[in-house]
C-alpha cells in the first residue's frame, strides 16, 4: 500500500499532470526529484514543471532547489533569483491565492534557523525526519519574481533520494484559481 503514492505520482510525471499545456496560465501537477541528502542540490522550476540543470544555478530559470530534505528556494544566499517563500500551516486545498495570508514571506539568508543555515525553508519545516509535516504547504514566489507557487511534498523516499510532490502555480500572479 506504502508504493500507491510512488506509482501515482510516477503515472504523474509520465503524463505531465498539466491540467494546461498553454503558458501563462494557471497549472497544476506533481514530480519527483531525485535528491539524495549527500548529493547534487536538484533543482525545479514551476513554470516549465522541468528540473532544471546544474549548470543553470547562477540564472533565474529555478525556483527550488532540494537535497535530501533541505530545501532552498532561488534568491539570498541560495541563488540569484527573486524568489521568496514560506512554509504555513494550511492544507494545500484550503490555499487559492499566495498574498492572502497574513504571513512574511523570507529569502535564503534572511531567516534564521534552529539548524543549519538561514533559509526561508527551516529544516522541520516541511519535514519531520524524512516524514512530510501533514498541513502544511510551501507558498513562494517564482525565481524569476514573476508568479507563484504552491507546493506540497507528498513523500520522501530516503534510500531513494526521491522527494515527490505536487503544486499549482500561476506564472503571472499570486491566484491558484481562475477568476472571471
Known amino acids: 500500500m506504502r508504493a500507491f503514492p510512488l506509482i501515482l505520482a510516477l503515472a504523474c510525471v509520465a503524463s505531465a499532470c498539466d491540467s494546461s499545456d498553454e503558458e501563462g496560465v494557471i497549472r497544476s501537477g506533481g ?27 547562477q ?18 544566499s541560495s541563488g540569484p533569483g527573486a524568489g521568496i517563500g514560506v512554509v504555513v500551516e494550511v492544507p494545500f486545498e484550503d490555499i487559492d491565492n ?16 534552529d539548524v543549519g543555515f538561514p533559509q526561508a525553508v527551516c529544516s522541520g519545516d516541511l519535514f519531520l ?13 517564482l525565481g524569476d519574481g514573476q508568479g507563484y507557487a504552491k507546493v506540497e ?28
Open 98 to 113: 499566495a498574498l492572502t495570508l497574513d504571513v512574511a514571506y523570507r529569502r535564503d539568508g534572511e531567516s534564521p534557523c
Open 31 to 57: 514530480d519527483i526529484l531525485t535528491a539524495p541528502a549527500s548529493g547534487p542540490v536538484a533543482r525545479y522550476a514551476f513554470a516549465t514543471a522541468r528540473e532544471v540543470p546544474a549548470d543553470s544555478a
Open 153 to 180: 511534498v507528498t513523500g520522501y523516499d530516503a534510500s531513494a533520494g526521491a522527494l515527490s510532490f505536487r503544486y499549482v502555480v500561476n506564472p503571472g500572479g499570486p491566484e491558484f484559481v481562475e477568476t472571471d
Open 129 to 141: 525526519g524524512n516524514d512530510p509535516v501533514d498541513g502544511r504547504t510551501l507558498l513562494l514566489r
Open 59 to 76: 540564472t533565474v530559470l529555478w525556483d527550488v532547489g532540494v537535497q535530501g530534505t533541505n530545501v532552498i528556494l532561488n534568491s539570498g
